[in-house]
T-cell receptor, first 111, second 114 residues
Framework: SQQGEEDPQALSIQEGENATMNCSYK?????LQWYRQNSGRGLVHLIL?????REKHSGRLRVTLDTSKKSSSLLITASRAADTASYFC???????????FGKGTRLSVIA | DAEITQSPRHKITETGRQVTLACHQT?????MFWYRQDLGHGLRLIHY???????NKGEVSDGYSVSRSNTEDLPLTLESAASSQTSVYFC?????????????FGEGSRLTVL
């Protein structure tokens, strides 16, 4: 069963705009991670946020975590056409369990 | 550079045949995972291993098996391929205890079962 569920399923924006993707999860987590997948390729890790962190930045990426609402968001600022990809959140439950992925958000950035 | 490689990248097989997908990583990571990716389902965990001789079932393990005889390899075997196993398969690895860290993914193996 999915631990993370992304919203929206698809998002289309103009180059230069910000893109926000949301992720909700079901149970207590150890950490939450975001991955990117270009068409036909494997997933690439973007950022990890631990359960005791509320916000994290990496370049144009900003991730927030609200454990009371069991939700996270990924913000990509000043988007570029090269940001076009699918984005997945993945959560790791407390304990010794592997990451469970959501179904992803397909982001299209139009030049 | 260290890497994780999957082979074959594309395979077409017939129902009932045995198929093995290879996964090889050169990072010396303890943890290795197999996921399948299907439209509408995202990535679902098939099997995983936290070290040599350790294997565990994931969410969708029926019809699949793995073995871990060394650190570098985790081959995935479909004992008797079924059309429902047509999918893209991803292998991943990570370092650390119990798979706590980030996953490094291979480029995927696209399997078609006719």
């Amino acid at each position: 069963s999915q631990q993370g569920e992304e919203d929206p399923q698809a998002l289309s924006i103009q180059e230069g705009e910000n893109a926000t993707m949301n992720c909700s999860y079901k149970t207590s987590i150890n950490n939450l991670q975001w991955y990117r997948q270009n068409s036909g390729r494997g997933l690439v890790h973007l950022i990890l946020i631990r359960s005791n962190e509320r916000e994290k930045h990496s370049g144009r990426l900003r991730v927030t975590l609200d454990t009371s609402k069991k939700s996270s968001s990924l913000l990509i600022t000043a988007s570029r056409a090269a940001d076009t990809a699918s984005y997945f959140c993945a959560a790791r439950n407390s304990g010794n369990t592997p990451l469970v992925f959501g179904k992803g958000t397909r982001l299209s950035v139009i030049a | 550079d260290a890497e994780i490689t999957q082979s074959p990248r594309h395979k077409i097989t017939e129902t009932g045949r045995q198929v093995t997908l290879a996964c090889h990583q050169t990072w010396n990571h303890n943890n290795m995972f197999w996921y399948r990716q299907d439209l509408g389902h995202g990535l679902r965990l098939i099997h995983y291993s936290y070290g040599v001789q350790d294997t565990n079932k994931g969410e969708v393990s029926d019809g699949y098996s793995v073995s871990r005889s060394n650190t570098e390899d985790l081959p995935l075997t479909l004992e008797s391929a079924a059309s429902s196993q047509t999918s893209v398969y991803f292998c991943a690895s990570s370092v650390g205890t119990g798979g706590t860290g980030e996953l490094f993914f291979g480029e995927g193996s696209r399997l078609t079962v006719l």
